[in-house]
C-alpha cells in the first residue's frame, strides 16, 4: 500500500475529488456522524463534507463514545466526533478528499480513517489569522495496524514524507 502514496497517490485523490460522488444519477455517499451538540467544529466539518457531495445524517448525541465503540475506533486516535461511511469508521476532522479516495480505493485490512487531535485549519477547524497545520490522516485496521493515508495542510492534499 505504501507505492499508492507517492505522487500518484496524490494526483488520483485530487482527481478523485472532482469525480465522486459520481456522474448523473449517481447517490452521494451517506454519511451518518454522532456529534455533541455544543460542539461547533463538527458542524463546520459537517458542512464541508455536504460541500463535497456527501448526504449528511446528523445524530447530535451527549456523547460520541457508544458510536466509537460500536465502529471500532482505537482510543488513541480520537478526536471530536464519529462518523461512518460506506462501511468505513471515520474519525475526527477527514477531509472528504481522504474519504472519497477509502471510498474509490477500499484498501484491503482498512477499517477507517482518522485525524487525532484537532489540527488547526483542517475541515471545521479553520481560525481566521491563523496559518492551517500539516497533519496524517491515520488509516487503521484490526488491532494495532495504523499506517498514514493522506497529509494535508488545511483541506489541501500534500505529497507523502519523503
Known amino acids: 500500500m505504501a507505492q499508492a502514496f507517492g505522487r500518484r497517490g496524490v494526483l488520483a485523490a485530487a482527481g478523485l475529488a472532482t469525480l465522486l460522488p459520481g456522474g448523473a444519477g449517481a447517490a452521494a455517499p451517506r454519511l451518518t456522524v454522532w456529534r455533541d451538540p455544543n460542539c461547533g467544529c ?49 474519525e475526527g476532522h477527514v477531509p472528504a478528499a481522504a474519504v472519497k479516495r477509502l471510498l474509490a480505493e477500499r484498501p484491503p485490512g482498512i477499517r477507517g480513517l482518522a485525524v487525532p487531535a484537532m489540527p488547526i485549519g483542517s475541515p471545521g477547524m479553520e481560525v481566521p489569522g491563523e496559518p492551517p497545520e500539516t497533519y496524517e490522516v491515520i488509516a487503521f485496521g484490526a488491532g494495532e495496524r495504523r499506517e498514514a493515508f493522506m497529509r494535508f495542510r488545511g483541506a489541501e492534499p500534500l505529497p507523502p514524507r519523503p
Open 42 to 90: 463538527c458542524g463546520g466539518w459537517i458542512e464541508h463534507m455536504r460541500e463535497a457531495g456527501f448526504a449528511v445524517e446528523d445524530n447530535l448525541v451527549p456523547s460520541p463514545a457508544p458510536a466509537r465503540r460500536m465502529l471500532g475506533i482505537p482510543a488513541d486516535l480520537l478526536s471530536c466526533h464519529a462518523a461512518r461511511v460506506g462501511g468505513y469508521a471515520i
